[in-house]
């Protein structure tokens, strides 16, 4: 699998409560509320970290089999994008 880079959607509002992010998108003024897991994704979704790297951290963090966590992760990151608050991208690069 070819590595990505996730960044977030410079339109969202976010903040960490108790270990969980709450998202809210400005097109829509969706509230979309995150898992300690999604937090650590979403955390880690700065443009230049690897996805790779995200899965191994939760596998640590988490005692995650390696194959589990990047299915979860590739299910959830697919969830985001679809949604708008996440872009994924084959090389890394800063947010804007």
Known sequence: MPEQYLARN?????????????????EDSTLNTLNAVGTLIWEGADGKTPVSSLVGRICTEFDVEPVQA???????????????????SASPHEPR
């Open 70 to 88: 990047e299915r979860d992760v590739t299910a959830f990151v697919d969830k985001l994008s679809q949604r708008g608050l996440l872009n994924v």
């Open 10 to 26: 410079s339109r969202t509002a976010w903040r960490v409560y108790d270990g969980e992010a709450v998202i809210l998108l400005a």
